[in-house]
């Protein structure tokens, strides 16, 4: 198999993990709506912090840090990293849409600030793999 290959299985597999990440994270918002135990502090609450910050720094480095040198250059090329931006740039938007949706449902039923930073933070990011992963699997 040429770099080549390599680099577009790659890539596709890449899209495929960040596609199941944005489901987990939307999931994880649903069932732990409501709980305080995975907003306060303890090992629940840092579990969230954990989560984001690991999809944050993977979306942040395209995917990871094991393909060195050619493969590395050919897996973010330059479309990968305008999908990137494009979904980075997505991710942004959806999280003000998803704080101002936040804001106005917290007029008719109370939201608890934890569960409302984790649908902020959760949605934006989940926004941004989906968009990465549709963007890499539509133009390859």
Known sequence: MTDIEQAE???????AVMALAAAV????????????EYAGAG?????????????TFILWNAGGLRPRGR???LLND???????????????YAAVLLALACY?????????????????SGGAMAAALLRYAWLEWRLR
């Open 9 to 15: 299985r790659m890539s596709r597999g890449r899209a």
């Open 25 to 36: 994270l939307i999931l994880n918002i649903v069932l732990q709506y409501g709980d305080a």
């Open 43 to 55: 090992p629940r609450g840092a579990s969230w912090l954990l989560l984001i910050g690991l999809w």
């Open 71 to 73: 493969l590395r250059a």
């Open 78 to 92: 330059e479309l990968s990293l305008q999908n990137r931006g494009r979904a980075l740039g997505l991710g942004f």
């Open 104 to 120: 106005v449902v917290n007029w008719r039923l109370p939201v608890a600030t934890g569960d409302a930073l984790k649908i902020v």
